[in-house]
């Protein structure tokens, strides 16, 4: 059974910066790539960035050039450098890999403070 679980979030003050990471019990390598989303308080969970098998990244605009995704295939893990942080980035993070099958972790929460 695939399990993910992320660690890392916490209380930081606006542009501070925060290292969320996800520990995968399988070998990240079969997937076709690997993400982080986050939910925001009585609004939908959304896109914050992936990374694919070979490395390249993508953003919501949102995050681009103050957060940065990485994938560790020896490790099995996936990491999100987040700087310069906002209020509005306060959220639970989740970890997602895709392969067949979509798989989540329970989430980690991040919130940022004024």
């Known amino acids: 059974q695939v399990q993910l679980v992320e660690s890392g979030g916490g209380l930081v003050q606006a542009g501070g910066s925060l290292r969320l990471s996800c520990a995968v019990s399988v070998s990240i390598f079969s997937f076709n790539a690997m993400g982080w989303y986050r939910q925001a308080p009585g609004k939908q969970r959304e896109l914050v960035a992936t990374v694919t098998r070979g490395g390249s990244p993508n953003y919501a605009d949102s995050v681009k050039g103050r957060f940065t995704i990485s994938r560790d295939n020896a490790k099995n893990t996936v990491s999100l450098q987040m700087n310069s942080l906002k209020p509005d980035d306060t959220a639970v993070y989740y970890c997602?890999?895709?392969?067949?099958?979509?798989?989540w972790g329970k989430g980690t929460l991040v919130t940022v403070s004024s």
């Open positions: 997602n890999c895709k392969g067949v099958m979509d798989y």
